[in-house]
């Protein structure tokens, strides 16, 4: 198991939050796990044990196109049938912070229902806001806050400015380099 793989148990589909692995003194070890259901959002944690079984959810991938965003759902085009579809943001998480609008992703499919993306390695956007740098200040590694077209915030070094398309990792969230 890792954190964001879709799991199934019983009859609900759940997606892994969080895992920790934990070995107390001379007791057997299991892992604490926090799920979100797909289908209510509900929250849940769990402790399994070795011996527990648990299968992960066989899912589609479909190539499909971000559209837009209206209210909460986010719209996605089958790029050969040109069905849409639509995913809420708490089926996205943290992965809204990546979407741009005529982006080609994957869509992950459970039967028919959409149930989440997966994104590229990295994704470039643009820097919509940032702190001038302070000239001649080398003594240390700088870094600074900059605000991203999709509203996400991340560090940079002091040499991008507003304008700029920086390439940002989606695994970890961090800037890697200009594009």
């Not at 809204?96 to 993306?117: A, D, R, S």
Request: net charge negative.
């Amino acid at each position: 198991m890792k954190k964001g793989m879709l799991i199934k148990i019983e009859q609900d589909l759940f997606r892994v939050l969080e895992l920790q692995h934990v070995t107390p003194g001379n007791l057997r070890g299991f892992v604490r796990v926090r799920f979100r259901n797909i289908r209510n959002g509900a929250l849940s944690d769990q402790k399994l044990r070795s011996e527990e079984n648990v299968d992960r959810a066989t899912l589609d991938e479909r190539e499909m196109q971000y559209l837009y965003k209206d209210g909460e759902d986010f719209y996605f085009m089958d790029t050969s049938s040109y069905e849409q579809v639509h995913i809420n943001s708490e089926g996205l998480g943290d992965n809204v912070n990546y979407l741009k609008p005529e982006m080609t992703i994957k869509v992950e499919f459970y039967g028919e229902e959409p149930v989440g993306i997966e994104l590229p390695v990295t994704v470039d956007l643009t820097v919509t806001d940032t702190a001038p740098g302070i000239k001649g200040a080398t003594a240390s590694a700088q870094v600074k806050p900059a605000t991203l077209e999709t509203g996400l915030v991340v560090t940079v070094p002091p040499f991008v400015n507003p304008g700029d398309v920086i390439r940002i990792s989606t695994d970890t969230g961090e800037y890697l380099s200009r594009a």
